[in-house]
């Protein structure tokens, strides 16, 4: 499958990187974002970013924005990319949306980083054709994405995902439907230690960012990444490995619950961890 044609549904941070990087393969796509000019926002975001990949040689900004197209409503495509608000109603809702506007062999594809693809294929009438296809952030250089089969997911559909991925420019990991699925379990846990470690007084942001920088051979400590996440985010996340997994671990260290109750979401809201 080509996918000649895709649907990205939401403009944030994550979808509008993940519009830049099909765009740029040579593909249209139609963003689309429900909340007042956060389309144009996107656009805005993908020229910055472009301009700076061209510095270095990447392609013409204004060749790869004329294949995004700014869409005032869901459209037809072969492909449905969504990465809207982290919420599982929301994307539920979506879903079956998108299942009954979009051609039957269309496939229907996530960005969630936490939430059960088994769920969302089940809100519409194609569960095998219902996939996991989440980016990291920033989408356009994080070379990883992994590929998420609900129960229901088609070989085919995985091994359509799989290859698109691969055009992409990006290095696909498939896993299968668990509660935070890879990343986000192995990586959650990390940022809920480090929120842990500071509350309780046991070094300075800085000082469990550095350790973990020069330490751990990582490019970005634990508490600056949870910031460029979003609290929020990360707390969300944290609810479903909690919920889904039942162990009292994955519970959000109350530090990360009191940022967010006091607006405090990082990167996105000018303080997290850090003041930005």
């Not at 070379?143 to 998420?148: A, G, P, S, T």
């Not at 129960?151 to 990006?170: M, N, R, W």
């Not at 842990?196 to 600056?224: N, S």
């Not at 990360?234 to 607006?263: N, S, W």
């Amino acid at each position: 499958m080509r996918f000649e044609h895709v649907l990205v549904v939401g403009a944030g941070q994550m979808g509008s990187g993940i519009a830049q990087v099909v765009a740029a393969s040579g593909r249209r796509v139609s963003l689309y974002d429900a909340a007042p000019g956060a389309v144009e926002r996107g656009l805005a975001s993908i020229r910055k970013s472009l301009e700076k990949l061209a510095e270095k040689g990447g392609a013409d900004p204004d060749a790869v924005l004329a294949r995004i197209s700014p869409a005032d409503e869901l459209v037809p495509a072969d492909l449905l990319i969504e990465a809207v608000v982290e919420d599982a109603a929301v994307k539920e809702e979506l879903f079956r949306r998108c299942d009954e506007l979009l051609p039957p062999e269309s496939i229907l594809a996530t960005n969630t980083s936490s939430i059960p693809i088994t769920t969302l294929a089940v809100a519409t009438n194609r569960p095998e054709r219902v996939i996991g296809m989440h980016f990291f952030n920033p989408v356009p250089v994080l070379k990883l994405v992994e590929v998420i089969r609900a129960v229901q997911t088609s070989d085919e559909t995985a091994a359509a995902i799989v290859g698109l991925a691969e055009e992409l420019g990006k290095v696909p990991a498939v896993a299968n439907d668990f509660p935070g699925f890879v990343s986000n379990r192995i990586l959650m846990p990390f940022i809920n230690e480090a929120a842990y470690a500071l509350l309780e007084g046991v070094a300075e942001a800085e000082a469990i960012d550095t350790i973990a920088k020069l330490g751990f051979a990582h490019p970005m400590g634990p508490l600056a990444l949870a910031d460029l996440i979003g609290l929020d985010t990360c707390v969300a996340i944290m609810d479903v490995l909690h919920e889904g997994l039942g162990d009292p671990k994955y519970a959000p260290c109350p530090l990360l619950r009191q940022h967010v109750a006091a607006g405090q979401l990082g990167r996105k809201s000018g303080r997290g961890f850090y003041r930005y």
